[in-house]
């Protein structure tokens, strides 16, 4: 079991579609983040909201869009993705930015057909 | 940017052996994160360690801020510790940005 939660395991989409993944943790964590890895490669960042704000946006395309609905949740919209985003999405939280341990959930495996 | 180094980028173990992976980084650091990614693609927190030494069971890490890098050790290893261990960095005034090393994959045979 983790401190982070994330729905759904695995994902397949056209690239038409229109997805979310979603992320939830009741620890307390005030910092959370989005991080894409790709095979045998390291997590790289995409996006940190702090306080419920976006904190950094590291350049990443408009086809993702984040949302931060409450200090509980954390929101991926995916829309008209190329199968080159196809990859394992991580959410991480941590107590607050930058000065706490960070604790990821398990994933979603995204496959962008 | 910071550059983030791991040594080696692979090991191989046999079941009961000790082993130092490192992880040295090219400017000041805020702090210093150790993770392991298991075969499942699991990512655990390992070890907080912005300097200083710390231990956890057979795991144990040490930072030298002064220096520039990070050591994690594992003793007896088992299979289960099998996986990609993974050194981050949050540096300057990025507080947020934690920056990945490429990892250590080490591999226990039984």
């Known amino acids: 079991d983790t401190e982070v939660t994330q729905t759904p395991k695995h994902l397949v989409m056209g690239m038409t579609n229109k997805k979310s993944l979603k992320c939830e943790q009741h620890m307390g964590h005030r910092a959370m983040y989005w991080y894409k890895q790709k095979a045998k490669k390291p997590p790289e960042l995409m996006f940190v909201y702090s306080y419920e704000k976006l904190s950094i946006n590291e350049s990443v395309p408009s086809r993702f869009s984040p949302e931060c609905p409450n200090s509980s949740l954390l929101n991926l919209h995916l829309h008209a993705l190329q199968p080159e985003d196809s990859a394992l999405y991580l959410c991480a939280g941590a107590v607050t930015l930058g000065t706490s341990p960070l604790h990821f959930g398990n994933g979603t495996r995204l496959t962008v057909t | 940017g910071i550059q983030v180094e791991q040594s080696p980028p692979d090991l191989i173990l046999q079941e009961g052996a000790n082993s130092t992976l490192r992880c040295n980084f090219s400017?000041?650091?805020?702090?210093l994160q150790w993770f392991h990614q298991n075969p499942w693609g699991q990512l655990i927190n390992l070890f907080y360690i912005p300097s200083g030494t710390k231990q956890n069971g057979r795991l144990s890490a040490t930072t030298v801020a002064t220096e520039r890098y990070s050591l994690l050790y594992i003793s007896s290893s088992q299979t289960t510790d099998s996986g990609v261990y993974f050194c981050a960095v949050n540096y300057g005034g990025s507080q947020g940005n934690l920056i990945f090393g490429k990892g250590t994959k080490l591999s226990v045979k039984p």
């Open positions: 400017d000041s650091v805020n702090n």
